[in-house]
């Protein structure tokens, strides 16, 4: 069973360097426990604040250990009654091909007809994040005026449809001339800002928000969030989702110059993770499944083969390699 290592903290950008493929026997299944063969990982943007050793709401990896990460496999060997061989699981036990388990750390995957990885997306964290951040952190109301950053992303590709479906307009950033086009096309959003071409993405999100915003799903931070605080309406609302532009600073980050537009615009800032909010789970699976199953929610995954490539889509998050919902596909 092969795994994958952190061996090094990354010093910015994370290297290839920084991961280490390492062969260990099959683990031998005592009574109660069941065999799990991984299908799926999900590498996930978080995880690199995880690769950094410092007090946050989650504890670092460790070094020289098996990462973790959001999973979905199959039980190959079973000795528990609730998990025959056969079924799929999901759990936090990525970054491995094989692992063992009591069961407690667990998930059934139920029987949707969807594809099972969608519960590492569309039906798992990722949905859930983008579900959560619009409706409890954002208090999104119909006809908002919604502005998106890492719009074509997993999260953000999720806000974007969620956002038309209660009939507001939305626009968002992306890194890309593509996925600007596949989020105007494909996904119905108003406008689409390319922030590495633009000149001026203050004035380039003006112009994709003529109305202002009401709402801002804040994914990147930075230069984003200065320019959209200048653009928020009044008693705007910001959920603060990621800051995936400073993931890999090296020292602080300048935050915006204009924070008083916050008092100016009345506006209410809050960040939120989304594991605190995984009472409200079931409630989003059936919504998020009527909305599937009706044609009304899409999404993309750029797939990578082989567990020994999962370092190397972790680090393609960092630079947009991704088009929807990054994932690793166990052969
Ligand atoms: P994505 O699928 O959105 O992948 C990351 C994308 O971010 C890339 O494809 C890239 O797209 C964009 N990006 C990368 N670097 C930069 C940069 N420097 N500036 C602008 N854009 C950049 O990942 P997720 O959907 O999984 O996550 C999106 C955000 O949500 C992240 O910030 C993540 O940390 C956060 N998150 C927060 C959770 C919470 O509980 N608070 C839970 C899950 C996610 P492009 O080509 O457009 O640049």
Redesign the pocket.
Known sequence: SREIHLVSRPQGMPANSDFKLVSQPVPVLNDGEVLVKNLWLSV???MRGRMVERASYIEPFALNEALSGGAVGEVVESRHPQFPVGSKVSSMNGWREYFTSTGSDLQLLPQTGIADQAFLSALG??GM?AY??LFKIAELEEGDRVFV????????AMVCQIAKLKGCYVAG????DE?ARYLLDELGVDAVVN??TTSDLHNSIAEACPEGIDVYFE??G?D?LEAVLNLMNDHGRIAV?????Q?NATSPQPGPVNLAQIIIKKLKIQ?????EHWDGYPAFVEQMLQWITAGQIRWKETVFEGIEQAPDAFIG??????????LVKLT
């Open positions: 996930d943007p978080y964290m990722t994040t959560t951040g950053s890492a719009a074509s992303g997993a999260v953000g950033s992306v890194g890309s996925k922030y590495k994914n990147v930075g984003h989702c990621g800051m995936i532009d993931y960040g939120f993770i989304v594991f998050l960092f630079n947009g390699q991704n088009l929807g919902k990054m």
